[in-house]
């Protein structure tokens, strides 16, 4: 077993755990986040079955035939629902697009939600219908967890434990089955995902069919993370760094290809993008600066950033 590159945290100790336990877990997950910007999480109590159940589905739906997927690539909704094909997304400041395919499932609110008109309707894949069924159990599940997680961190930044609540609830989280198809000729310099920082408040991973994700330390060195069974991958996004003046660190990472000779398997993966609403207010906390750390950041709320990254990485033009 390779040493550990980011620490490693029990959610279940803070769910249902003594107060002791609660207060450890606190300190263990800021200290994370201050310093690295990534943990691994277990104990989180979402069903293997249907992590496995949808990893099984986003496979099929990706083995499909081109025309197929391409059906339920929406113009117009910069990527947000349904499917993006291969090659329209990089990372910012980069020309060249990432070595990936994907699809998205966002935030479902009833017909007569005031928020209705932000939230555009997830699109059914006809051919595999339990798919969007089982990809939004495991919104919801990963909607839950990163409500847990984000009551220990404004507990750490001694904000109100419920401060994250009412601005995640029908926030703009969007779940996304990645799929990195195998390499057939010599890349140009992509490599399956440029180093990148994420968006959003937290992102949760769920473990990759294959390794590559990597990390960029204080150092400058860059990192593998490779997760343990049942244990779910989390990073601070910029929307966290950026409300918390710099303290929470958004890390840069990426997705390395494999070696040559592992270049025929493709790699899926699933990340959950945790974001608040839109009207959020991302203004930095008055608890976060100081003399040392004077604001960073002008004021701006989370809809405009969203808006502001999605044209910066390609997806809306």
């Known amino acids: 077993m390779s040493a550990r590159t980011i620490p490693l945290v029990d959610l279940s100790k803070f769910e249902h755990g003594t107060p002791a336990e609660r207060e450890a877990f606190v300190a263990e997950l800021g200290k994370a986040f201050h310093e690295i910007g990534f943990v691994g999480v277990v104990g989180h109590g979402i069903p293997k079955q249907l992590i496995e159940d949808f990893y099984r589905t986003s496979k099929a739906f990706f083995a499909s035939e081109r025309p197929v997927k391409e059906k339920y690539e929406i113009a117009g909704l910069a990527g947000q629902r349904g499917y993006t094909s291969f090659g329209k997304e990089h990372a910012k400041g980069s020309t060249v697009a990432d070595l990936k395919e994907f699809f998205q499932i966002g935030q479902e609110v009833p017909p007569e939600d005031p928020l209705k008109a932000e939230y555009p309707d997830n699109v ?3 051919e595999i219908p339990e798919f969007t069924d089982l990809g939004m ?12 997680l984000l009551r220990a961190i404004a507990l750490h930044l001694h904000l109100p434990e419920a401060y994250f609540d009412q601005q995640i609830d029908k926030g703009n989280s969007i779940l996304r089955a990645i799929h990195y198809p195998p390499i057939t000729s010599e890349p140009k310099s992509a490599i399956r995902a440029e180093s990148h920082e994420d968006i959003n408040l937290i992102t949760l991973l769920v473990g990759a069919s294959a390794g590559g994700l990597q990390l960029l330390n204080m150092e400058g060195e860059w990192l593998d ?12 996004g910029d929307m966290l760094q950026r409300l918390t003046n710099n303290y929470l660190k958004s890390t840069t990472h990426r997705v390395v290809n494999p070696p040559r000779e592992q270049w025929h398997l493709p790699r899926l993966s699933i990340p959950f993008f945790l974001h608040p609403r839109g009207k959020m207010d991302l203004s930095v906390l008055e608890s976060c600066v100081t003399p040392e750390r004077p604001v960073a950041y002008p004021p701006i709320t989370a809809g405009e950033y969203l808006d502001e990254r999605l044209r910066e990485i390609g997806l809306k033009k």
Not at 137 to 148: N, P, S, T, V, W
């Open 124 to 126: 059914a894949v006809t």
């Open 137 to 148: 159990q495991l919104y919801r599940a990963f909607e839950q967890k990163g409500g847990a």
């Open 225 to 236: 993370i490779q997760p343990e069974d049942d244990e779910i991958v989390i990073n601070v």
